[in-house]
């Protein structure tokens, strides 16, 4: 598993010892971390939308937008990263929780600290991720901006082009290099199904079936000759289901 990094460190100095010390431990555990380097907050949010991280390291005071303050923005748009404060002092603590921090590491940094913290944060990520498959409600990703993990509600469709995996979504789309066959045995066949050699849909974001067209949401996608009957039987029975839950609804 790849882990990407990233430092926000107004201080070259702190901002290249702490990159040393993440290297180090990356050789010495056989962990693969993909570290990028911000010198002010502004700098990380504008990137943040680009590349999706596993573990922050924010200083805490830098000019204009602080750490806790690049923390509280990027709390609006993903509560997952683990974000793990860096400072000259222990007097933040409330700011520390009201951002969900994992933990914070005084300065100077030692390498055994560093280390200590690590092992758990990593740790605490392979247990979220084994939890959030085995639960399905999220799916591991290895797109190539880094492992992510899709709210199966998210997905509305997915489609193989030459090597390539494209995860639409709500959010947008994800690119990923798999196979339609291994791919289809990590999904649930109660929400996900393979219309034709190419594409695999959310069942849930299905809004009707026409002749030979399925439509998801607003796309419409062809589906094969060899599944038009099973999936139009399907959509049917749904249909006679809801109905009839309807109608008990009404005399309860």
């Known amino acids: 598993m ?5 430092l926000c460190e107004d201080e070259e100095f702190y901002r290249k010892e702490l990159e040393q010390m993440l290297n180090r431990y990356s050789e010495e555990n056989q ?4 570290i990028y380097s911000f010198k002010c907050g502004e700098e990380l949010l504008e990137r943040y939308s680009e590349v999706y991280f596993n573990i922050l390291f924010l200083d805490v005071e830098m000019e204009e937008l602080s750490g806790i303050g690049a923390a509280e923005k990027i709390r609006e748009q993903d509560e997952n990263v683990v974000i793990i404060f860096v400072t000259a002092y222990e007097d933040f603590a409330l700011d520390a929780f009201r951002v969900s921090a994992f ?4 300065k100077p940094v030692k390498f055994e600290n560093l280390s200590l913290i690590l092992d758990r944060v990593l740790n605490q990520i392979k247990i979220n991720t084994i939890h959030n498959e085995l639960t399905e409600q999220f799916i591991s990703v290895e797109t190539i901006n880094g492992i992510i993990q899709l709210n199966i509600d998210d997905i509305k469709y997915i489609e193989k082009i030459k090597n390539r995996i494209d995860y639409y979504t709500v959010h947008g789309i994800y690119q990923s290099y798999d196979t339609v066959k291994s791919l289809i045995k990590r999904l649930n066949p109660l929400d996900f199904v393979q219309i034709n050699q190419g594409e695999i849909v959310n069942w849930n974001k299905v ?3 026409s002749d030979n067209i399925i439509f998801v949401e607003d796309v419409e996608l062809q589906i094969s000759r060899k599944n038009k009957g099973k999936l139009k039987e399907r959509y049917e029975k749904d249909i006679m289901n809801m109905m009839a839950k309807s109608l008990m609804n009404r005399f309860e």
Request: net charge neutral.
């Open 2 to 6: 790849v882990y990407r990094i990233a």
């Open 31 to 34: 962990d693969c971390f993909e």
């Open 103 to 106: 933990q914070y590491i005084v």
């Open 207 to 209: 809004k009707g079936i």
